[in-house]
Structure formats: structure tokens, C-alpha cells
């Protein structure tokens, strides 16, 4: 039986099946694999084949610059790269150009029913200009992840989203919030978004495990980014270690904000509490997560609008059962409810986010009475055997359609 072919466009992908790169993309990838052709189409990286295939689908890495200089991928995705040099935004137009002749090479040789973009800006823009210039178009499914959404504003970038979601037969979005966002901002017809969110392995990786869990261990689980919220997690620190001489809070990632917030941890004198581990694997952090008592994932709008889109590191957390406080953005309310399956707060206003830590840390019967509800909640609703489910039925209508 042939299966209905799709190009999958990304440039967040692992270049290596142990990187630590997020693998959310290519776990969809090999979810919808059983039903349909994924070819993926994602951009070249230091260290990683020009065509491989992994597992049951292939993957082709498109040049967009010598060797030497393509780096817009490195050091934690390409909107961190612009932000800690600023002549990589000259590498741009470039990226975009060559993703744009690639797919539409792809679209000449093979027989595509659909175009799966993640992210509509560089990806779906990319694909929306291939599109055009290709004797056969070929039906263009967008993904908005967040930062594609939320982080890029003004007048040409809004008509740019405007102008891809208009050449798109669907968008999906990974949260209700952001559904609302093309909604009132875009003007987006409601009809033409789904909200299907990203998933995460539940079943073998993000787990609980049969380990014990440290006293006083906080974890932190992100990019070292603004978003993120973690200078306000350590700001509160120094109030936590007054009352528990035993806490530890354990920071997993990487990011430009790295160094400002090693400073302010040393200038708090509070390095003894705060341990940056950097970058670590999936199965790393599922012990992270199974060895703290709490995970506090703090929040907060970026000065430049942007903020998170879903959350999936709540997911993987309470996967493992492991009890969570949020930062009160739109996007964490799909995952989290209010003292039934974590804590949601203002991590700005910093005695309460204060108060709320300690009460959890000092309340275990709360902490497993929400701990035990959100297991079962993402279970429920994201694991991948439900997500790719959702994507898979998505796609088969759209195959019906064009047969």
C-alpha cells in the first residue's frame, strides 16, 4: 500500500539521535510515520549528515552558507543566535532563499499531498513562496509554536503571518491562547485553526521513576531566555534558603541569559543553593524531575511580547510526577489547573511567589494530591499516541480531499 507522501519543514531537529536538541518534531515524525511518507526538509548543522535515514522516514539538510558560517542553528536555535550576534540576521535572507529553492525541488521530483511547516516564520513562509512558483501547488499545513507568533511584531512581520496563514489550508496552534492571539490580533478566521498541542514520550521516558526524591530540591527545565522567568525564581532564593538550610534549586539549559543570571546569583551570594547544569538529555531530565520535590517553571511576557506558547517541559514534569508552580501566562492554562494539578502565579511579585514555594514544600500531602491529578490529566491529553492521533486524522482528511 502506498502511503500519502508529506514533506515535514523545520529547523529545530536533532542532528544526531543522542543530541539534546528538542525532539518534539521529529517524535511527531515518527508518530505519523506508520500512516504516512515523512520526508523531512530541515537546514544543514555542523556535525550532521546531508541526507540520513532515521528510523522510517528520511531526512535532506539544505545548504544556506559556507560551512564556516552557519551558525543560526547553534547555541540554542536561531532566535537565540540572532540575539547574541546580530550580523547572523545577515544570513537570513540567505536561509530563506535556499529553504525556498530546496522545497521547491522536493515539489518537482516527488509527488507530495501536503506540506507540513513548523513555525510559520522562516518555514511556512519558505513553503508559501514555493508554492507559488510550482506548476502544481500542493495543499500547506502551518504549525505556530509560539515565539513565530507571540515574538514577532510590527506592521510587515503581521502581514507576513497574514499572508502564509492565507496561503495555508489550516493552521494548527499548540495552544488555545494562541488561537485567540491570530484571532484578535490577525483577524484570523477561528474556523481555519486547530489547537492541537505538541506531545512527549509518557510511556517510556517521562515516567515516574522508583527513585527518591531529594528534600528541598527545586528543578528548573528551559532555555536560559527572558521568557523563562528563572531570574525571578532566583531573586526569591535567598527568602527560600532562610527558611530551608537544605534546598537546592537544580537549573537545566542553556541560553544567552546564562551568564547575567550566574552574576546574579553570585552578587545574591546564594551559589551555594543554585547549580547550573546546563544542557542535558531527555532521560536526564526525567530523573531531574523524579529526584525533586517541586519543578517551578516561573513565566512571565518578554519585554518584546513574547512569551510561552505551551509549555511542554509542565508535560514532562508532571509525567514523572512531579508536583509544578507556573508563571501566569495564557498558554500554561491548557496544562495546568489552578490547585487541582499544579499552582499558577505572578512569579514578579516576589513574596508571593515566595509564600506559594514554601507552602508547597512544606505541604506534602498537597504536593502528591496534584502531583497524582496531573499525571493522570497529561496521560490523558498529551502523550504521543494521542497527539500523533490527532495529526494523523488531520492529514488522512486532507488526503481524502485530494484524491
Given at each position: 500500500m502506498i502511503k500519502p507522501r508529506i514533506l515535514v519543514l523545520t529547523s529545530t531537529y536533532p542532528r544526531t539521535e543522542g543530541d539534546n536538541e528538542p525532539r518534539f518534531v521529529a517524535d511527531l515524525c515518527s508518530e505519523l510515520a506508520s500512516n504516512f511518507d515523512i520526508t523531512v526538509l530541515t537546514q544543514s548543522r555542523p556535525g550532521a549528515a546531508k541526507h540520513e535515514a532515521r528510523e522510517n522516514y528520511e531526512i535532506f539538510r539544505f545548504r544556506y552558507a559556507p560551512k564556516a558560517l552557519e551558525l543560526?542553528?547553534?547555541?540554542?536555535?536561531?532566535?537565540?543566535?540572532?540575539?547574541?550576534?546580530?550580523?547572523?540576521w545577515l544570513l537570513i535572507p540567505l536561509f530563506v532563499f535556499f529553504q525556498v529553492l530546496s522545497v521547491r525541488r522536493h515539489l518537482k521530483s516527488n509527488r507530495y499531498f501536503a506540506i507540513h511547516a513548523h513555525w510559520l516564520i522562516p518555514q511556512g513562509l519558505a513553503a508559501g513562496i514555493a508554492n507559488t512558483i510550482v506548476r502544481n501547488p500542493v495543499p500547506l499545513y502551518c504549525t505556530g509554536h509560539g515565539g513565530d507568533i507571540f515574538g514577532l511584531k510590527g506592521k510587515v512581520l503581521s502581514r507576513i503571518k497574514k499572508w502564509i496563514i492565507d496561503q495555508s489550508a489550516c493552521v494548527t496552534v499548540v495552544s488555545q491562547s494562541l488561537k485567540s492571539y491570530?484571532?484578535?490580533?490577525?483577524?484570523?478566521?477561528?474556523?481555519?485553526?486547530?489547537?492541537?498541542?505538541?506531545?512527549?514520550?509518557?510511556?517510556?521516558?517521562?515516567?515516574?521513576?522508583?527513585?527518591?526524591?531529594?528534600?528541598g530540591q527545586i528543578a528548573f527545565v528551559g532555555r536560559l531566555v527572558e521568557k523563562k522567568g528563572l531570574k525571578y525564581l532566583i531573586e526569591v532564593v535567598p527568602k527560600l534558603a532562610s527558611r530551608f538550610g537544605h534546598l537546592k534549586l537544580i537549573v537545566a539549559g542553556a541560553g544567552p541569559d546564562r551568564p547575567e543570571l550566574e552574576e546574579l546569583t553570585k552578587r545574591l551570594d546564594i551559589n551555594q543553593y543554585v547549580e547550573f547544569i546546563g544542557s542535558r538529555s531527555h532521560k536526564?531530565?526525567?530523573?531531574?524531575?523524579?529526584?525533586?520535590?517541586?519543578?517551578?517553571?516561573?513565566?512571565?511576557?518578554?519585554?518584546?511580547?513574547?512569551?510561552?506558547?505551551?509549555?511542554l517541559v509542565v508535560v514532562e514534569a508532571m509525567g514523572c510526577k512531579c508536583p509544578v508552580i507556573s508563571g501566569d501566562v495564557p498558554a500554561v492554562k491548557d496544562i495546568v489547573t489552578h490547585k487541582k494539578t499544579g499552582i499558577i502565579c505572578e512569579p514578579r511579585n516576589s513574596d508571593q511567589f515566595a509564600q506559594t514555594i514554601i507552602y508547597l514544600l512544606e505541604n506534602q500531602e498537597l504536593r502528591t494530591s496534584l502531583a497524582k491529578n496531573a499525571y493522570l490529566h497529561v496521560n490523558e491529553n498529551f502523550s504521543w499516541e494521542i497527539i500523533g492521533k490527532r495529526y494523523a486524522a488531520l492529514f488522512k482528511v486532507a488526503d481524502k480531499h485530494s484524491q
Amino acid at each position: 500500500m502506498i502511503k500519502p507522501r508529506i514533506l515535514v519543514l523545520t529547523s529545530t531537529y536533532p542532528r544526531t539521535e543522542g543530541d539534546n536538541e528538542p525532539r518534539f518534531v521529529a517524535d511527531l515524525c515518527s508518530e505519523l510515520a506508520s500512516n504516512f511518507d515523512i520526508t523531512v526538509l530541515t537546514q544543514s548543522r555542523p556535525g550532521a549528515a546531508k541526507h540520513e535515514a532515521r528510523e522510517n522516514y528520511e531526512i535532506f539538510r539544505f545548504r544556506y552558507a559556507p560551512k564556516a558560517l552557519e551558525l543560526l542553528s547553534e547555541k540554542g536555535g536561531i532566535t537565540t543566535s540572532l540575539k547574541n550576534n546580530k550580523l547572523l540576521w545577515l544570513l537570513i535572507p540567505l536561509f530563506v532563499f535556499f529553504q525556498v529553492l530546496s522545497v521547491r525541488r522536493h515539489l518537482k521530483s516527488n509527488r507530495y499531498f501536503a506540506i507540513h511547516a513548523h513555525w510559520l516564520i522562516p518555514q511556512g513562509l519558505a513553503a508559501g513562496i514555493a508554492n507559488t512558483i510550482v506548476r502544481n501547488p500542493v495543499p500547506l499545513y502551518c504549525t505556530g509554536h509560539g515565539g513565530d507568533i507571540f515574538g514577532l511584531k510590527g506592521k510587515v512581520l503581521s502581514r507576513i503571518k497574514k499572508w502564509i496563514i492565507d496561503q495555508s489550508a489550516c493552521v494548527t496552534v499548540v495552544s488555545q491562547s494562541l488561537k485567540s492571539y491570530l484571532q484578535t490580533e490577525l483577524k484570523v478566521d477561528p474556523n481555519k485553526v486547530l489547537v492541537i498541542p505538541m506531545g512527549t514520550n509518557l510511556s517510556e521516558i517521562f515516567t515516574p521513576r522508583d527513585i527518591d526524591r531529594k528534600a528541598g530540591q527545586i528543578a528548573f527545565v528551559g532555555r536560559l531566555v527572558e521568557k523563562k522567568g528563572l531570574k525571578y525564581l532566583i531573586e526569591v532564593v535567598p527568602k527560600l534558603a532562610s527558611r530551608f538550610g537544605h534546598l537546592k534549586l537544580i537549573v537545566a539549559g542553556a541560553g544567552p541569559d546564562r551568564p547575567e543570571l550566574e552574576e546574579l546569583t553570585k552578587r545574591l551570594d546564594i551559589n551555594q543553593y543554585v547549580e547550573f547544569i546546563g544542557s542535558r538529555s531527555h532521560k536526564q531530565i526525567a530523573r531531574l524531575y523524579s529526584s525533586s520535590e517541586l519543578c517551578v517553571f516561573p513565566f512571565v511576557q518578554a519585554t518584546n511580547g513574547d512569551m510561552e506558547g505551551f509549555g511542554l517541559v509542565v508535560v514532562e514534569a508532571m509525567g514523572c510526577k512531579c508536583p509544578v508552580i507556573s508563571g501566569d501566562v495564557p498558554a500554561v492554562k491548557d496544562i495546568v489547573t489552578h490547585k487541582k494539578t499544579g499552582i499558577i502565579c505572578e512569579p514578579r511579585n516576589s513574596d508571593q511567589f515566595a509564600q506559594t514555594i514554601i507552602y508547597l514544600l512544606e505541604n506534602q500531602e498537597l504536593r502528591t494530591s496534584l502531583a497524582k491529578n496531573a499525571y493522570l490529566h497529561v496521560n490523558e491529553n498529551f502523550s504521543w499516541e494521542i497527539i500523533g492521533k490527532r495529526y494523523a486524522a488531520l492529514f488522512k482528511v486532507a488526503d481524502k480531499h485530494s484524491q
